[in-house]
C-alpha cells in the first residue's frame, strides 16, 4: 500500500469573492446528472502551457487541437501548480477544475496579441497567439514558452532501461547498474529545484568540472497532492557522465548543477495519454546546424511503473504537490559525443511537442 507523504506545503487557494461563485458554479454542474460524462469528454484532449507576456508577466494557456493558444489565467489559477492546488483543496479532480476553465473560454477567439516583430508597429499589428510563435528563445520582451509547471522539487530515476544498464556497467569495474535494474529498489535521486531548471528553449549547462556532460532524454511525470499522477511531460536529465564515473558516490554533483535539468514545451493531462508505457520517443543533437547524433527508444522497455517509483519515492518522504519525476532514459549517447558549447538538443513525443534547449558551458 502506498505509504503517503504529509503534503501540506503546496499554494493556498484564495477565497475571493469570485473564487466562490467560480466553486459555486462547479458544485451546481456537479449535480447535474450527466456533468461527469460531459467532463470527461473536454479534457480528453487537454493540454496546458505556461508562458510570458511582456507586461503581463506569467500566464497559463490551454493549447486546442490546431495548437493556438487560449489565455486562461486568472486569480485562482495564475499558474499550472495553483491549479493544482485548487483541484486538491477542492477535492475535486483536475479534470473537472480544467473542464470548467475550458467552458468559461469556449466562446471567444484564441487572445489577440501585437507583433514583436516590429517594435514601431507593435500596438497596430494584432495576431493570435499559437505554440509555435511562443517557442523562441527567453526575452522579457517577447511572448514565449516557460516551463509547464512551477515544480518545486524534480526528482529523477537511474536504470530503468537496460540499456542504460549496460551503458554504465561498461564504464565501471562493478556491475552495479545491472544489479539495480534487476533489485526490487528502483534507483531516484534529487535532481532539482525551479531555481536550477528551465523551459523551452532555456540554456543548459555543462559544469565546469566536466568533460563529459551529455543529454539524457525522459518521459516525465508530475505528481497531485496524494501522490496520483495529474499530468505528463519531457525532461531533459543533463547529467555529468564523467563525474558519476569516477565514483558512484559522486551522483549528486553529477546530477545537480545549475541549467542540469530541462521541463516542456506542454502539460499534459492523464487522459490525453492512450498508454504512456507505449510513447515512441527521439532526440536529437544539433552542432552548427548539423545532426550529430539521433536515437529513439520507446517507453515500452522501462523496467518500472510508474507507481512503483512514486511509491518508492513518498516512502517516509514528504513530497510537495507538484513534484515532477522523471522515469529515466534509454536514449544513450555515445561517448565520443559530449555536449559542447552551442549544441542544441530536441526531444521530442508525438503530441508532446518538441523541447528544445541550447547548451553553455558554466
Not at 161 to 185: F, L, P, W
Not at 332 to 360: C, E, Y
Request: charged content about 25%; hydrophobic content about 35%; overall charge negative.
Amino acid at each position: 500500500m502506498l505509504k503517503r507523504g504529509h503534503n501540506s506545503n503546496f499554494p493556498k487557494y484564495k477565497s475571493t469573492e469570485l473564487g466562490t461563485k467560480w466553486k459555486a458554479g462547479i458544485r451546481r454542474k456537479r449535480s447535474c446528472p450527466n456533468f461527469p460524462h460531459q467532463t470527461a469528454r473536454k479534457v480528453k484532449r487537454m493540454k496546458l502551457i505556461q508562458f510570458h507576456l511582456p507586461n503581463l508577466g506569467k500566464r497559463v494557456g490551454i493549447v486546442t487541437r490546431d495548437e493556438e493558444v487560449i489565455d486562461v489565467t486568472s486569480e485562482e489559477s495564475p499558474g499550472v501548480l495553483e491549479v493544482l492546488a485548487l483541484a486538491h483543496q477542492e477535492q475535486m479532480s483536475l479534470g473537472v477544475i480544467l473542464a470548467d476553465i475550458q467552458e468559461k473560454v469556449a466562446t471567444p477567439a484564441p487572445m489577440q496579441l501585437p507583433s514583436f516583430a516590429d517594435a514601431e508597429n507593435a500596438a497596430t499589428e494584432p495576431e493570435g497567439l499559437t505554440l509555435k510563435k511562443l517557442d523562441v528563445a527567453p526575452d522579457e520582451n517577447v511572448p514565449h514558452l516557460l516551463s509547464p509547471i512551477d515544480a518545486p522539487e524534480v526528482w529523477g530515476c537511474g536504470v530503468t532501461y537496460k540499456r542504460s544498464a549496460e551503458m554504465r556497467d561498461d564504464d565501471t569495474e562493478q556491475d552495479i547498474y545491472s544489479r539495480v535494474y534487476h533489485a526490487d529498489r528502483p534507483e531516484i535521486f534529487f535532481k532539482g529545484t525551479p531555481s536550477r531548471c528551465v523551459g523551452p528553449n532555456g540554456f543548459i549547462g555543462i559544469r565546469s568540472d566536466s568533460a563529459l556532460t551529455a543529454t539524457e532524454p525522459e518521459l516525465a511525470y508530475v505528481l497531485g497532492g496524494d501522490g496520483e499522477i495529474v499530468g505528463y511531460t519531457l525532461c531533459n536529465d543533463v547529467s555529468a557522465w564523467d563525474i558519476e564515473r569516477d565514483n558512484p558516490l559522486y551522483l549528486p554533483q553529477s546530477k545537480v548543477f545549475y541549467g542540469c535539468c530541462a521541463l516542456g514545451p506542454m502539460f499534459l493531462t492523464p487522459s490525453e495519454i492512450d498508454d504512456p508505457y507505449n510513447l515512441d520517443m527521439q532526440c536529437t543533437v544539433l552542432r552548427d546546424a548539423d545532426i550529430i547524433y539521433q536515437g529513439e527508444v520507446n517507453t515500452s522497455q522501462i523496467n518500472w511503473k510508474f507507481e512503483q517509483l512514486t511509491e518508492f519515492l513518498m516512502r517516509d518522504n514528504p513530497i510537495p504537490l507538484g513534484t515532477v519525476v522523471s522515469t529515466g532514459t534509454g536514449i544513450i549517447v555515445p561517448n565520443d559525443l559530449p555536449l559542447a558549447p552551442g549544441d542544441v538538443v530536441q526531444i521530442n513525443i508525438d503530441g508532446f511537442g518538441t523541447l528544445s534547449n541550447p547548451v553553455k558551458q558554466l
